[in-house]
């Protein structure tokens, strides 16, 4: 049982990282009907701000992690502006092909900063860890589990409180109907794309802070949140913080008993096993498990 709880504790942490890219692929695809293929690279930048923060001007965590967002959140803005304002009203699938290509560019300039080396950013308590009830916890990855229990509450504020988060609703709902109310449509493209900015900064940092650092291969993590949308639903937020928990959650559990349970499966069958998770659940709801259901009159 201890092992399971361990397990389960694991992938919960592992789970907040996708949870956190997830949401930021559903903003996107919420506000502007596009998936986009950038938050890989948004999520590598991210790392590096902090990363630069906290060895260039040696600031400690928590501030190298503000600044972080705050520069993840201005890259997601100018990416909008400069790259997919120009091509609004072109076909979403051509929209798509531009993420793949905002994607690639920032990367290699990522990847030109980085170098060959890892970089990582130092996380308060180095490696020590919390332990109880014989279960056991790094405090980077217990601090990631915290950041992200409140940045999905004060998103779930935003959207029904504030009301720029109403006015994003409204734009996600239909875009037509909010222009007509007077709502900046741009506006709202933008700040979603600045929201996915920032959580994927949030995500980028805390991996940046873990033992390997930020690698040239870093920003596969950030595929892994793909099934996280596709298991939630493409525009269901509560659903993209359960599917990246989900896929979490089943990562961790199949590296765990799947080489004594089922070795036939091979090695590093815990990679594959998002991917069999999201094809179960689309047999079951092809439109996720809180995606919204699209209904075609002919």
């Not at 692929?25 to 502007?32: F, L, N, Q, R, S």
């Not at 915290?146 to 779930?156: C, K, P, Q």
């Not at 949030?202 to 949140?225: P, R, S």
Request: charged share 10%.
């Amino acid at each position: 049982m201890t092992t399971f709880l361990q397990s389960v504790l694991n992938g919960f942490a592992q789970g907040s990282i996708y949870a956190l890219l997830a949401l930021g692929y559903v903003m996107i695809y919420k506000a502007t009907h596009v998936i986009s293929f950038a938050q890989p690279a948004l999520m590598v930048c991210g790392g590096l701000f902090a990363y630069h923060a906290t060895s260039v001007f040696e600031l400690p965590f928590w501030p190298a992690l503000i600044v972080a967002i705050i520069a993840g959140a201005l890259l997601g803005m100018l990416v909008e502006r400069l790259a997919l304002r120009p091509m609004v009203g072109k076909p979403v699938f051509t929209l798509a092909i531009i993420t793949i290509g905002v994607d690639i560019v920032l990367r290699i300039f990522a990847n030109r900063y980085m170098g060959p080396d890892p970089r990582s950013v130092p996380y308060p308590g180095g490696s020590n860890r919390l332990e109880f009830w014989g279960l056991s916890i790094s405090h980077q990855r217990l601090g990631l589990i915290v950041v992200t229990a409140v940045t999905v509450a004060a998103l779930a504020m935003f959207f029904r409180y504030a009301k720029t988060g109403l006015a994003m609703r409204a734009t996600a709902l239909n875009q037509e109907t909010a222009l007509a109310q007077g709502i900046r449509v741009g506006t709202m493209f933008a700040l979603a794309w600045a929201i996915a900015g920032g959580l994927a900064a949030i995500a980028g940092t805390f991996v940046a802070a873990t033992g390997a650092g930020m690698e040239q291969n870093t920003w596969i993590i950030a595929l892994k949140a793909l099934p996280a949308i596709i298991i939630g639903g493409l525009d269901s937020i509560p659903g993209a913080v359960i599917g990246g928990l989900a896929v979490g959650l089943v990562e961790s559990i199949t590296a765990v008993y799947q080489p004594d349970v089922a070795p036939w499966l091979g090695n590093n069958f815990a990679l594959v096993a998002p991917y069999a998770l999201m094809f179960l659940v689309l047999l079951v709801k092809p439109y996720g498990l809180f995606g919204t259901k699209e209904v075609e009159r002919v």
